[in-house]
């Protein structure tokens, strides 16, 4: 296989990842918007960290990681970065459900609260370990000034 294919094959990956990373981010806004809008209805805040989570961990920084793959293709195809998908896909609804029955006065999610953490804790260093290895092949250089194509 030569190098044009290669890096083409790097570019699709990465551009579906990306894509996949991005639609997910895109359910989290509807949701925390749609939170937010039913807080501000009904005058009962009690979910404003969940609201703040699903912002913030849901759209904003799977948005920002989706475009880093697309960015870096060759971390994008790496096994670490399925390892970051898969975990990170299973803390956030758990830290989000969890943090949801705390703030409705259940102290027995605090487990599951804690455990998540960890659980997304490890995904985003998955998701560093990721760039910082695979960012040697990116369509970024950084440190080189970059042309207009």
């Given at each position: 296989?030569?190098?044009?294919?290669?890096?083409?094959?790097?570019?699709?990956?990465?551009?579906?990842?990306?894509?996949?990373?991005?639609?997910?981010?895109?359910?989290?806004?509807?949701?925390?918007?749609?939170?937010?809008?039913?807080?501000?209805?009904?005058?009962?805040?009690?979910?404003?960290?969940?609201?703040?989570?699903?912002?913030?961990?849901?759209?904003?920084?799977?948005?920002?990681?989706?475009?880093?793959?697309?960015?870096?293709?060759?971390?994008?195809a790496s096994r670490l970065a399925r390892w970051h998908f898969a975990l990170?896909?299973?803390?956030?609804?758990?830290?989000?459900g969890g943090l949801a029955a705390l703030m409705f006065g259940q102290p027995?999610?605090?487990?599951?609260?804690?455990?998540?953490?960890?659980?997304?804790?490890?995904?985003?260093?998955?998701?560093?370990?990721?760039?910082?290895?695979?960012?040697?092949?990116?369509?970024?250089?950084?440190?080189?000034?970059?042309?207009?194509?």
């Amino acid at each position: 296989m030569d190098s044009t294919s290669t890096d083409r094959r790097l570019q699709d990956g990465a551009e579906a990842t990306s894509r996949r990373w991005i639609l997910i981010a895109l359910v989290y806004f509807v949701a925390a918007v749609s939170l937010g809008i039913v807080m501000g209805a009904s005058h009962d805040f009690r979910l404003k960290t969940v609201h703040v989570h699903a912002n913030l961990l849901g759209w904003v920084s799977m948005t920002l990681m989706g475009l880093v793959y697309r960015l870096h293709p060759s971390a994008a195809a790496s096994r670490l970065a399925r390892w970051h998908f898969a975990l990170y896909q299973i803390a956030l609804p758990a830290m989000l459900g969890g943090l949801a029955a705390l703030m409705f006065g259940q102290p027995g999610a605090e487990p599951v609260v804690g455990i998540a953490s960890v659980v997304m804790l490890s995904a985003v260093l998955c998701f560093a370990l990721t760039v910082w290895l695979g960012g040697r092949r990116s369509v970024v250089h950084f440190g080189q000034a970059q042309t207009a194509s």
